[in-house]
């Protein structure tokens, strides 16, 4: 499949994600739905609840309004990133609300999931263009004298594996 297939597919998988409800909750009224674009707009209140994952939306849109500029690696490792902050999601206990009540989450619903579904596309679409630096690479030598391709090949394998280690780490400390 074409990158910038997977590119329009992670787009439009994001975009559907805003109308789709996000996480189910219960309160004294019985069971409620948050859809996804009200987490997007209020979602970054979890951090209280060290919950994480609102944070995936700004890297991820960063990202990928400049995929077409941006270092093919660093786009990779700014999505393994937004990756890993959207499954922090699954720390989430409560809804943090204003006046203090804090109901219960029951579950994720399908809009997380599509969202997350994005988000794994947005990955693969940056390992597809990482992989194909390599055609590039002879030019940016030459225009910049640095080898920046040489340099993230040495440094962003053992950069991934710390920001993995860190994401189980924090999720085996907050479950």
Known sequence: MDKNKILFLALALYCISMALPGVVYT????????????????????????????FANPLFLL???RSRIER??????VSIIAFCLGLSA???RVIPDIDGTEPP???????YYVWMTSLGLFVLYGFLRYNSREKNSEIAVQATGVDYPAL???????????????????YVLLK
């Open 27 to 54: 309160d004294y009224s019985g069971s409620h739905s948050i859809l996804g674009i009200f987490i997007l707009v209020f979602g970054w209140i979890a951090f209280t609840d060290w919950v994480f994952a609102w």
């Open 63 to 65: 990202a990928v309004f």
């Open 72 to 77: 093919p690696g660093m786009l990779l490792v």
């Open 90 to 92: 699954y720390t989430l």
């Open 105 to 111: 989450v029951d579950h994720l619903a399908i809009g």
């Open 152 to 170: 993230l090949e040495r440094y962003a394998q053992p950069l991934i594996g710390l920001i993995i280690m860190l994401a189980m780490l924090a």
